[in-house]
């Protein structure tokens, strides 16, 4: 499985720095999070429930012309699972077909967050990522 210089270099910065600290970039990768689009904020009904997260976390992908676009929303009270979905959102994101599903499926993981976060919000993150992959193979064709 593929792993972006900048998701590897992410995943090396998370592991060179305490477990609190580790935490504490979680939560500031939650406020960096977008807001969905209008077009999405006014039609929720068009994302998908990513049911393996506790919180209610939802997402949509887009793909046109080959590019990978992500947009999820997270309540503010789920600050791990919104740190999740952007780390996400900024590592696939603007990415091409072929990176996204090649993604390392292992890379929630790879971050270093278990003895700091339960094995419940990490599957959530795994979970948010086969979704992403399935509805970009679904979009794309393949």
Known sequence: ??????????????????????????????DQLPDLPARYADHPDLLERVEECQSPVYLFVEVEDGIVNLFFTAPAEAPTTRGFAS?????????????????????????????????????GMSGMLRRIKRQVAEKAGS
Do not use: H, W
Not at 6 to 21: P, R, V
Not at 88 to 113: A, C, H, M, W
């Open 1 to 30: 499985m593929l792993l972006t210089d900048a998701a590897a270099e992410l995943a090396e910065d998370f592991n060179a720095i305490s477990l609190k600290d580790r935490l504490q970039l979680l939560l500031e990768f939650s």
């Open 87 to 123: 780390i996400l959102n900024q590592l696939l994101s603007g990415r091409r077909i072929e990176e996204v599903l090649t993604f390392d499926d292992d890379y929630p993981g790879k971050l270093g967050l278990l003895e700091a976060v339960s094995a419940l919000r990490l599957r």
